[in-house]
């Protein structure tokens, strides 16, 4: 395990995730305070949290076509339209899963492509792909791969594993590696969905991930001190 990776080095990959349906402004308000108090430079909320006030630094990421991917490519388009106008600086979206099963990857790459478009040009687009369910799917790895490519292809700037809410699982060192090699550093790769421990966070840097998205920020920091 490389524990080379120091508290500080995982911190600064965090983006400090709170999309749970019942949370509520009063969470959202702690999500922040957490943040600043343990020093990562990222947000993730839902967008109906926003427009957020004393963020200071942070980045505020929200998600669009959460989480099931089945909405319209023109509503997640409004959806990251309207977070970027108040005052998010990156979307996460996911992609249709069935279509990308299905071997769509045109399509996979058209909704993608829809979302870049309707976002300020400086705001970042990360595509989620719900690895662990494409991995389970029969097209299996060949299904990573052509979505990462498609979403490379559309413009986006991350790619990612997983919402969190999918019943295949979250991030794995298999889907990550893979992803990895496939952007080979041309996009970021963002780890997350169930993502506890600083050991967890490690293999996942270690296997490529450089944004890791985490609920249980603060367990997996605590755990990396010393
Ligand atoms: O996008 C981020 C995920 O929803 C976070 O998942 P988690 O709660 O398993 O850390």
């Known amino acids: 395990m490389p524990t080379e990776i120091s508290r500080l080095d995982i911190a600064a990959m965090v983006d400090h995730t709170l999309l749970k349906p019942e949370a509520t402004a009063q969470d959202v308000r702690a999500l922040v305070r957490d943040a600043q108090d343990l020093g990562v430079p990222h947000i993730c909320v839902s ?40 005052g998010a600086r990156e979307v996460d979206m996911v992609i249709d899963v069935g279509a990308a099963i299905e071997g769509r990857y045109d399509d996979v790459e ?6 870049r478009e309707a976002m300020a040009p400086d705001a970042a687009l990360k595509v989620i792909i ?26 986006a700037q991350f790619v990612k594993t997983s919402t969190g809410f999918h019943p295949a699982g979250g991030a794995s060192e298999e889907a990550v590696r893979l ?4 952007v080979d550093g041309r996009l970021g790769v963002k780890a997350s969905g169930g993502i506890r421990d600083a050991r967890a966070a490690r293999a996942m840097i270690a296997a490529g991930a450089t944004r890791l998205g985490l609920s249980a920020t603060r367990e997996v920091l605590d755990g990396a001190d010393g």
Not at 60 to 69: D, K, Y
Not at 179 to 182: D, G, N
């Open 110 to 115: 058209a909704d993608v492509a829809a979302v």
């Open 179 to 182: 992803m990895a090699q496939t």
């Open 130 to 155: 719900e690895s662990a369910a494409l991995l389970a799917s029969p097209r299996g790895e060949e299904a990573v791969v052509e979505c990462c490519r498609a979403a490379e292809r559309a413009g």
């Open 47 to 86: 967008p109906s949290m926003l427009p957020l006030s004393d963020t200071g630094d942070l980045v505020v990421a929200v998600v669009a076509g959460f989480p099931s991917g089945k909405h319209h490519s023109s509503v997640k388009a409004a959806e990251a339209r309207l977070a970027v106008e108040q």
